[in-house]
């Protein structure tokens, strides 16, 4: 055998000129653009866009209801980790599942189902309405109150679970040593529990952030039809409007804008972890104990609940009624019901069927592509002592922490020209390439997790009884990786088969994806059908999530 | 020829070398420890002869057959060596069986011999009525028999240990060091055996390798080693050392007389200079003790151990040990003489 470069020093660099290309190019296509106005380097994109009043409107919006929805969010989701994790309710588990349930809820399907509830005609003002007698709905859920509203909801759980992890991790002795010190249950809290929680409270609030800055369902639906506009939905009609020169100049200066804030969150995500001055996860001490809350413990079970039916069986309840009803505004009552709706969208009309199809698709096949090629990158960023696997890992991470609209954006401007003679834009392949593009990371996560799991020695002790490298992947590796692969898969199945973000920007008319479909249907001012269809997205979903915990023997999946 | 040649091995990672220059010849049939604290480039040197590490310089060879050097590498898995990892590295998701015939099945062995072979090596370990089982339903004991007949199952040409028993408790620990030694005598297998506790390898060896920071620092049977290390670190590392200054009175014909600061004249083998400072190197089992009022040595402790008794010496700002039999009537503040009835001397 001849010495000379080995294998994995060519994977490896294919992977990193792939990767660069997928991945920097199309965000250098934002950048240049940017930068550009009539074809040539300029800042006049950047000065109009920025120097205008209605865009500096939308920035301001976006950090107000972002911000708000953040506050809130970090209330909310740190208060409920304490009580599951802190106090002594019953029925904690039960109150945990229930409590992360909105994960498996497009937030957009959640804005229609809002709708439903406290729109002009929902149900819930409908009910006010009778009930005080009043002419006018009291409370509409279109605008920005709404949009915190509903963003709320939908971030609190990701608070929840990091401050629930954070919460039983943390050094039990800490608070014992307040007790002992004669410090009641409300000084434990304020003076010991909440500053050392700070750096993990923190963590989740710039998360949350991040997410809200980037969210594009929720204001398109709930902010869009009166005009109150943030930077994505604003980003979205810069792209739709193509009667405007340099309408992606713009369209670019204000992606610079939301690129450069996400950037910035992650830097300071970065700085934040590396600090580690409040590590306190020791792994002797005995997990924090449970506070004794006596008659409490039923009314914080109670309050648990309660915000479960309202910010999730109510609007679930809401988007089902929705779907069953024959048309708008009848009363919800039992007379009134039809499955008309649902044979509507699964049987007769081409468009909803279409979508259905399509997203099945775009599902399986970015679930199956980012597996593979997520493992593979995996395997090598584990494996392997070369220093540029970490590059890889990088480059491959970046897309999922930038918005999806500038994500969307960038994707167009790189590929709507053909390469060599093949064009991509306006087929499904292109929306593949960007869920591709986008849910890459997950996959990389997921599978470096189960790689690191394996000792190297498993593989070495292959290599010595004979095997080559591809009998040790068959025999020994990828048979311990498994649930890790099928994890992966799902994890990446699930988002693509329910995405708005990307495909309301990259679709074309026979290349709808479900929910392309469903805010369409919505917009089009048919809410039965986008109800529908929003009930068998959840459905699918959850059946997806149940499958996961299956398969995965419950270490995967809500 | 040597049944294997280690020319010049040399690993460097950066500007640290792990292993520096290691020459080595190793007749078949021996049992050769690599011994050493972590860190001293033992388990580098047997990675780089099982090929999963590949050396910077140097070359390897085994039975004329080069494996590695300037142009040549053999990957690991076509150099029929057989290794157990100190972890065992047993398969979690295969049975015993299939543990240990995998070398066979990847051979594309034909079944008589398969189950020929699995019947003599399960028979060798004896986990015969194991065969079946999964590892996690295992000892740490046998999991370490799965590894070892895994290793043996291939007949390779050489086998190399790494650490095998340091997981195992103190007496199991004992149990298998036999039983290895043992199996090597059967088989007359070559092995490499890589450990940090110098009495395992005295127990085991034929040959001894000491190192310290990549750098070989005396090969010798165990007899040699111990009785004439060749400097302090050996002294140090084997057996139990007490370490004194001296100064070279008076040397003729390999034969010094050496004054040992604290304990007096005393005579040795050496081919030292008059006058040459020098570390004298007594142990602890080489003094022996006896009451003397007008001395200047005194003891500082005494701590019984059962089957021995340990003591303290003051030599006035300095101390010595020295392990006594149990039955020894010294008590701390006990004004002691001592006799001592070999030393080593090294240059300093």
């Not at chain 2, 460097?12 to 080595?24: E, I, N, P």
Request: proline letters at 5%; one cysteine or more.
């Amino acid at each position: 055998m001849k010495k000379g470069i080995r294998p994995e020093v060519w994977v490896l660099v294919f992977l990193i000129l792939g990767l660069t290309v997928i991945v920097i190019y199309p965000l250098w296509q934002i950048v240049s653009r940017a930068f550009s106005y009539n074809g040539m380097l300029s800042l006049e994109s950047i000065r109009q866009t920025w120097g205008d009043p209605l865009n500096q409107l939308a920035l301001t919006r976006s950090l107000t209801v972002s911000g708000f929805g953040t506050l809130f969010s970090v209330l909310l989701g740190s208060l409920l980790a304490w009580i599951v994790t802190r106090t002594d309710i019953p029925h904690v588990r039960l109150v945990k599942t229930l409590l992360i349930t909105p994960f498996l809820i497009p937030p957009f399907v959640g804005a229609i189902a809002w709708l439903q509830l406290l729109g002009p005609v929902g149900y819930l003002n409908k009910l006010l309405m009778w009930m005080t007698g009043s002419g006018e709905p009291l409370f509409i859920i279109y605008g920005p109150v709404g949009i915190i509203l509903v963003m709320t909801f939908f971030s609190y759980p990701t608070v929840f679970l990091i401050m629930c992890a954070a919460l039983e991790k943390m050094d039990a002795t800490l608070e014992e040593a307040a007790f002992m010190s004669a410090a009641g249950k409300w000084n434990v809290l304020k003076d010991i529990t909440v500053p050392i929680m700070a750096p993990a409270i923190g963590s989740a609030a710039l998360l949350v952030f991040s997410h809200d800055m980037a969210n594009f369902g929720i204001p398109a639906i709930l902010g869009m039809p009166r005009g109150y506009l943030v930077l994505t939905t604003k980003i979205f009609q810069a792209i739709q409007n193509f009667g405007l020169k340099n309408n992606f100049n713009f369209a670019s200066a204000l992606a610079m804008e939301l690129l450069i804030m996400a950037i910035t969150a992650l830097f300071i995500q970065k700085i934040y972890t590396s600090k580690k001055q409040y590590t306190v996860v020791t792994g002797k001490s005995a997990h924090p104990r449970t506070m004794s809350m006596g008659t409490w413990k039923y009314i914080l079970f109670g309050f648990a609940m309660v915000l479960f039916i309202c910010t999730t069986l109510a609007p679930i309840t809401a988007i089902v009624l929705s779907s069953i009803i024959k048309a708008v505004g009848l009363p919800p009552g039992p007379a009134n019901w039809t499955f008309n709706n649902y044979s509507y969208v699964l049987l007769r009309s081409q468009t909803t069927i279409r979508a259905l199809r399509n997203s099945l698709f775009l599902g399986v096949a970015s679930a199956t592509i980012t597996t593979i090629l997520g493992g593979l990158i995996s395997y090598y960023s584990v494996r392997s002592k070369l220093r540029g696997h970490q590059v890889a890992d990088f480059i491959g991470s970046l897309p999922y922490t930038i918005p999806g609209t500038v994500l969307g954006l960038a994707i167009i401007l790189a590929w709507s020209k053909p390469i060599a003679g093949v064009t991509i834009y306006d087929t499904i392949w292109i929306i593949l390439l960007a869920y591709v593009t986008n849910y890459l990371t997950l996959s990389i996560r997921t599978t470096s997790a189960s790689f690191a799991q394996i000792h190297e020695s498993l593989d070495e002790a292959a290599r010595m009884s004979g095997a080559s490298w591809w009998r040790t992947m068959v025999d020994v590796v990828i048979p311990l990786v498994k649930p890790g692969l099928i994890a992966s898969w799902f994890l990446v199945f699930m988002p693509s088969f329910r995405e708005l973000t990307l495909s309301i920007l990259l679709w074309s008319v026979g290349n709808e994806t479900i929910g392309v479909s469903v805010f369409n249907l919505s917009q089009g001012g048919q809410p039965q059908y986008a109800s529908a269809m929003g009930v068998i997205l959840i459905v699918i979903l959850f059946t997806g999530n149940f499958l996961t915990r299956k398969l995965t023997k419950g270490n995967y999946g809500f | 020829m040597p049944y294997i040649e280690l020319r010049n091995l040399t690993k460097k990672y950066g500007r640290v070398t792990a292993v520096q220059a290691f020459d080595l010849d190793i007749d078949e049939s021996r049992l050769v420890s690599l011994l050493g604290p972590s860190g001293c480039g033992k388990t580098t040197t047997l990675r780089m002869i099982a090929g999963l590490i590949e050396p910077t310089l140097g070359e390897i060879s085994i039975r004329g057959r080069i494996l590695s050097s300037d142009s040549i590498f053999v990957p690991p898995e076509k150099r029929n060596i057989g290794m157990v990892f100190q972890s065992y590295a047993v398969w979690p998701h295969m049975n015993v069986f299939n543990n240990i015939a995998y070398p066979l099945k990847v051979q594309k062995k034909s079944r008589g011999e398969i189950k020929g072979r699995m019947d003599r090596v399960l028979d060798l370990v004896k986990l015969k009525d194991c065969s079946s089982r999964m590892p996690h339903e295992l000892s740490g004991g046998q999991q370490q028999r799965v590894a070892l007949a895994r290793a043996l199952v291939m007949e390779p040409m050489v086998l190399l240990l790494d650490e095998p028993v340091s997981n195992l408790d103190a007496k199991l620990r004992e149990e298998m060091c036999y039983e290895i030694k043992d199996l090597q005598r059967r088989l007359s297998m070559t092995i490499i055996y890589v450990t940090h506790d110098q009495s395992e390898a005295m127990a085991m060896s034929d040959v001894i390798v000491v190192m310290k920071e990549g750098v070989v620092q005396q090969i010798g049977n165990p007899r040699e080693i111990y009785n004439q290390p060749k400097n302090r670190f050996v002294a140090d590392f084997i057996g139990q050392t007490n370490f004194l200054p001296g100064i070279v009175k008076s040397g003729k014909d390999g034969r010094c007389c050496v004054e040992v600061h604290g304990i007096g004249d005393m005579e040795c083998f050496c081919s030292l200079q008059e006058g040459t400072h020098v570390t004298v190197g007594i142990r602890y089992m080489d003094i022996e003790l006896f009451h003397s009022p007008d001395s200047c040595i005194t003891v500082g402790s005494a701590t019984f151990r059962g089957d021995k008794t340990d003591y303290i010496l003051k030599l006035g700002e300095r101390s010595i040990r020295t392990t006594q039999p149990a039955d020894g009537e010294y008590k701390e503040g006990d004004k002691v003489g001592v006799k001592v009835k070999y030393i080593s001397v090294f240059k300093e």
